[in-house]
């Protein structure tokens, strides 16, 4: 069965050992109760790497007082199995006070890339993710970290403070994994009860009617975000956070579809906030 550490200095002496033996090492940070989208990162990252890494860490400081930290699903038995039988080498399930210990005192700040999309309604969201995540590549030192599109401004983020911290890491985005149905997978899909489960179709359709609008050569951003916000709007469950078209690297809201563009959503769905998102390149 896979080995899990739950201290820094067992990774660091695991990983000094496989580096010493010339092995490359991938990292996939997750906060656990792992689906088929984090399964996926992991094959990707088995496929690219001789040995990998998972995180499994709820991470308290990327989230607000009023959010879901102490109700947020965890299950490591199941996801040791998961991680075991998708070949993953090492599950790290550190304690918050041994990534947190008494005085820490530090924070990894984003300037750029926050203030639109989650960040608007999350501000101190991506400090958190960027402090543990620079972290974690302190700790486990991987030639690669792999990250879901699910979570497109995260990994727009990431990449960014890896450039800006020169972070010796390649950073590989992976693609959204869904349920046959369409609604994008999610830990937080547990939150929801069997009536919220069919209203949460109104993310995945609302994401495919700009896609499709998008590929049919509309260029305007507001009519795009309008047709969107209205098909949403037809779900009484559904209360929009935002809909937003923005640059794909510097988040900064566009007009005009140009370039790489993402067109983001995050709805709540009763009490539970979901995201979805597509990408295109114009
Ligand atoms: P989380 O455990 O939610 O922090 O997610 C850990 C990683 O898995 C992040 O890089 C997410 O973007 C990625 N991820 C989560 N859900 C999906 C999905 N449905 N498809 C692809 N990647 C995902």
Request: net charge negative; with cysteine.
């Amino acid at each position: 069965m896979i080995l899990i550490e739950n201290t820094v200095d067992k990774v660091r002496e695991t990983v000094k050992n496989w580096k010493a033996q010339g092995l490359s090492v991938g990292l996939v940070p997750t906060m656990g109760y792992l689906h088929e989208g984090h399964q996926s990162l992991i094959e990707r990252a088995v496929q690219e790497n001789d040995r990998v890494v998972v995180s499994i860490f709820v991470n308290p400081i990327q989230f607000a007082p009023n959010e879901d930290l102490e109700t947020y699903p965890r299950d490591l038995e199941k996801d040791s199995i998961l991680c075991n039988d998708t070949g993953a080498d090492l599950i790290f399930h550190p304690q918050p006070e041994e990534m947190y210990p008494n005085g820490f005192s530090t924070q990894v700040v984003m300037n750029n890339l926050t203030a639109e999309l989650c960040g608007k309604t999350r501000p101190t969201h991506f400090s958190g993710v960027c402090t543990v995540v620079s972290k974690l590549f302190n700790i486990v030192a991987p030639n690669r970290a792999y990250f879901g599109e699910k979570d497109a401004q995260q990994l727009a983020i990431i990449k960014r403070m890896v450039k800006d911290l020169n972070f010796d890491i390649e950073i590989v985005g992976c693609p959204i994994v869904r349920e046959s149905d369409g609604l994008a997978k999610s830990s937080r899909n547990t939150y929801l009860n069997e009536q919220e489960r069919k209203a949460a179709l109104i993310l995945s359709k609302s994401i495919l009617l700009g896609k499709e609008m998008a590929a049919n050569g509309e260029r305007s951003s507001a009519m795009i975000i309008k047709a969107m916000t209205d098909l949403i709007n037809t779900e009484p469950l559904a209360k929009i956070d935002y809909v937003s078209i923005v640059n794909a690297e510097t988040i900064e809201p566009i007009d005009t579809l140009c370039g790489e563009v993402l067109t983001a959503i995050a709805v709540y769905i009763g009490k539970t906030r979901l995201i979805d998102n597509f990408m295109i390149s114009v």
